[in-house]
């Protein structure tokens, strides 16, 4: 029978890494609910350059260990993301009967709402940076799709 110790009994509780990583950039442990709400008003500070993009970032990575995302596509690598091998699993499965086309969903960095709102909110910085007559949407848009631009 293994004997615990002092220090393994009042050991601090665990992170996931997406758990310290949001603790990291906000400075405070919140809940997925606290989460998805905060990046939906965009009120999450972010410390480094990157910090905004460290989602879209993670693509670059050759090969990735899976997570607890919703969606194959946010655990795609670049090498898998490139060849489109996440959706591999996808098709074997309707392929053998087992998902239908009604089963699949969106990954939530590419819901309408979420997209629709990150863009009316670009253009509303347009619009009151460069007033209404002189705006861009042009520009608005680049914004909005930089980094699939860059990727």
């Keep these: 029978m293994k004997t615990e110790y002092s220090f393994e009994k009042n050991r ?8 310290d990583a ?3 950039r906000t400075g405070s442990e919140v809940s997925s609910l606290e989460q998805t709400e905060a990046a939906a008003n ?12 460290h989602e879209s970032l993670q693509t670059l990575k ?3 260990l899976s997570s607890s995302q919703s969606h194959p596509v946010d655990n795609a690598g670049f090498l898998s993301f490139a060849t489109f091998a996440w959706m ?5 499965a309707i392929f ?3 998902l239908d086309m009604s089963s699949l969903s969106l990954s939530g960095f590419d819901k309408a709402d979420t997209s629709g709102d990150r863009l009316q909110r670009l253009w509303e910085e347009e619009k009151s940076r460069n007033g209404p007559e002189k705006a861009s949407l ?8 930089r980094t699939r631009f860059i990727l």
Excluded at 12 to 19: L, M, T
């Design 22 to 24: 949001i603790r990291w």
């Design 42 to 53: 965009n009120d999450v500070a972010y410390p480094s350059l990157f910090g905004k993009y």
């Design 12 to 19: 601090p509780r665990r992170f996931s890494f997406a758990d």
């Design 88 to 92: 591999t699993p996808m098709m074997w």
């Design 138 to 145: 042009i520009r608005a848009i680049f914004l909005f799709q």
């Design 96 to 98: 053998r009967n087992k």
């Design 62 to 64: 050759p090969i990735r």
